[in-house]
């Protein structure tokens, strides 16, 4: 393995360990008493920062120490935690997110960035000591009136040096490792601590340069002037300071803005050298906050219930897991799709061998193949959970900027989907969720009058049904005003003044492209780019979205999305020349379609199935094909949602497995196709979009019957 990759393993561990502090900050909103959770927060953190000093990523360790230092005063109870600092580590969360693709990719950090991480450190500081800064300093100015003291003198007896060699100091013949070794004739070098901030990354690095800087508590009986003499040789090309013991607060803040690191890292290392005390750190860093008065924005805080699916006992429930890159995973599932097709070539070219060892040969090659697929496909099956989750702290937030109480329930996480499709709905999940607590959810006033709790409830559930998963996100808010949405509609002209709508056609009217109803445009909606992206998505992914809504008692979106884009088991028909594959978990049954059972009238097609009138659609009439007279006809039954249909067809070929190919750009617009797929004889099947064509045959019936 490679640097790279070890870098991008460390991303995506990274990434990881942050989406579990969030879950665990989340818990810790609701119980700022969990420990588990707190010592989580902390592991998250403390391995983020081992890791990033291993890559000399140093943004990443100068800001992760100080949050560390927090983390273990609040696991030691130095400190008690409150929705102020959960609001402040969330944020920090999000900027270590940022960062560490930042230092990953090799990009610098800018200065705005730089300043946006100062801001979460000097909120975080005063935390750092038990009770809040103001309580602290009042503390510090009442014992013994020390405030004079504190602010003026020191209490350390040692010296304090920084020493920071220029980068060719090696090539002026010196290095500093000899002079600091000579210190020891002096006295004693209590604590001596290398800085690595000036470490380039590895692509730049000068194996001739010197990038290490060092801090150095000393003590000794020598006098200031004897100390400098032992740097003398290296004060033209090293940056040399020593803070003498009982040093002024002022000589020591000079000190620390001639040295190149940021101060808050260099206060808080000062502390971690034992040469200030706590309290000298305290008044150190609230000095330093009043510096940026203005600069950090005020914190609202507004809490949102919510129900985590998550143990916050992690160690409990880990398993042992490995880590795969996704492209060897698709490679593999290429591969078994080809394993598939040759498989089944290989039965059809020996269809007609009698021999009783071959047969047995050919359904053990079948069965093998069969799990081997199944298998393959399980490895990029994940839990729709771990999706779900990160819906708790959007939800917070919007609660947050819209000054709306939310509770959050989530249930079906453990429902498992294709990864790339449950990486491809997030973006869909999103807008509905932002749509919900933005036009669905009432305020809490508005709530309180209409006779409903004053928090609003938004819940997501998923569970499997016949080959699909189905994921319901609704809320039990005021519902669609659907006079509304009509009048918007006429209004920018998307229907006709005269035309009358059903209740089912003026909620599609909310997925036309830049449809709003909102009356003023803010930084979550009204800008009408949403629910048509929605759509767009999901019936890319061969899915689709209904909308239910009651007023007053809230809406609901349903998304049926099938498990995998890889593999299905397929039931292959003819019509005419063309193959076609219909998902076989589809598939109800398949009867001989006589002339007696048809029933043709103004609204469409239909025949007598058993007593049962069903609509029929003739695939070749749908996809405009030349119809071939005189073969004889089937009817296939299928079922989405609960709804059956027939289709047409000539020929009935029986059940195959088939690796789903998608189709070239330019035929994507089709309605009805939802992919291609290779036979074993190396002819091409379309494979049918079930839930596309029930959805066209209802849109025509609708249509006529307008």
Request: charged content about 25%.
């Amino acid at each position: 393995m490679d640097l790279d990759e070890i870098v991008i393993a460390f991303v995506q561990e990274s990434e990881e360990l942050l989406i579990q502090m969030e879950d665990l900050l989340l818990v810790l909103e609701t119980d700022h008493t969990n420990i588990d959770a707190i010592n989580g927060v902390f592991r998250s953190i403390h391995t983020i920062k081992g890791t990033a000093g291993m890559f000399g990523f140093h943004a990443i360790v100068d800001f992760t120490h100080v949050v560390e230092n927090l983390l273990d005063d609040l696991r030691s109870g130095k400190s008690k935690i409150n929705e102020q600092i959960i609001e402040l580590l969330l944020k920090t969360k999000d900027y270590l997110l940022e960062i560490i693709k930042l230092q990953a990719d090799g990009n610098p950090l800018s200065n705005i960035k730089k300043n946006e991480g100062d801001v979460i450190l000097k909120g975080l500081m005063p935390f750092l000591a038990t009770g809040n800064a103001e309580n602290k300093i009042k503390q510090i100015s009442e014992s013994n009136g020390n405030s004079e003291e504190i602010s003026t003198v020191l209490q350390t007896d040692t010296y304090h040096i920084s020493l920071r060699p220029k980068p060719e100091i090696f090539q002026n013949a010196l290095d500093p490792i000899p002079f600091l070794k000579y210190l020891k004739q002096l006295g004693e070098i209590v604590y001596l601590k290398t800085i690595v901030s000036s470490l380039p990354e590895w692509k730049i690095w000068n194996p001739e340069n010197c990038y290490l800087g060092f801090e150095i508590r000393f003590r000794s009986d020598a006098n200031l002037e004897e100390i400098r003499k032992a740097f003398e040789f290296l004060e033209y090309d090293s940056l040399i300071l020593i803070l003498p013991p009982k040093s002024s607060m002022a000589n020591l803040r000079d000190h620390i803005s001639k040295l190149p690191e940021d101060e808050i890292f260099i206060s808080n290392l000062l502390f971690e050298c034992g040469t200030i005390n706590r309290e000298e750190l305290i008044f150190l860093l609230e000095t330093y906050q009043s510096d940026i008065t203005g600069i950090q924005p005020q914190i609202g805080i507004t809490k949102i219930e919510s129900t985590p699916t998550k143990n916050t006992n992690n160690s409990a429930n880990q398993g042992s897991s490995l880590r795969v890159d996704s492209e060897r995973v698709d490679y593999l599932i290429n591969k078994v799709g080809e394993l598939v097709v040759a498989e089944a070539n290989l039965n059809i070219l020996l269809s007609n061998k009698e021999d009783s060892s071959l047969t047995e040969s050919l359904h053990s090659v079948g069965r093998l193949v069969s799990e081997l697929r199944e298998i393959s496909l399980k490895l990029r099956m994940v839990p729709i959970g771990d999706s779900f989750n990160k819906y708790h702290r959007i939800v917070r937030d919007l609660g947050s900027t819209t000054g709306k109480k939310v509770k959050l329930n989530v249930s079906g996480g453990e429902t498992e989907l294709d990864k790339s499709v449950v990486e491809r709905i997030s973006d869909p999940l999103v807008h509905i969720v932002r749509n919900a607590i933005d036009h669905g959810l009432e305020t809490s006033e508005e709530r309180q009058k209409a006779g409903k709790n004053p928090t609003g409830n938004l819940h997501l559930n998923a569970f499997h049904d016949t080959g699909s998963i189905v994921i319901e996100i609704w809320d039990d808010g005021r519902g669609i005003n659907e006079s509304k949405v009509l009048a918007k509609a006429i209004e920018k002209g998307i229907v006709a003044e005269d035309k009358i709508l059903n209740e089912s056609e003026i909620h599609r009217l909310l997925f036309h492209p830049g449809f709003s109803t909102a009356d003023t445009i803010t930084n979550i909606s009204g800008r009408g780019v949403g629910l048509d992206v929605v759509l767009k998505n999901i019936e890319a992914l061969r899915g689709s979205v209904d909308v239910e809504s009651k007023p007053n008692l809230g809406t609901k979106f349903t998304i049926r999305l099938p498990l995998t884009l890889a593999i299905i088991d397929g039931f292959l028909v003819g019509m005419g020349q063309d193959l076609y594959v219909i998902p076989l978990d589809m598939v109800r049954e398949c009867v001989e379609f006589a002339d007696e059972n048809r029933t043709i009238d103004q609204s469409g097609n239909f025949f007598n199935l058993r007593g049962k009138v069903l609509p029929f659609v003739r695939l070749d009439e749908f996809f405009h094909k030349e119809k071939i007279l005189g073969q004889r006809e089937n009817i296939v039954i299928t079922e989405f949602q609960g709804i059956r249909i027939g289709l047409v067809v000539d020929k009935l070929y029986g059940e195959i497995q088939t690796v789903i190919k998608p189709l070239a750009k330019v035929f994507e617009g089709i309605r009805g196709i939802g992919g291609s797929t290779t036979l074993g004889d190396g002819s091409i099947a379309l494979i049918l979009d079930i839930p596309n064509l029930h959805n066209s045959l209802k849109e025509a019936q609708e249509m006529e019957l307008a």
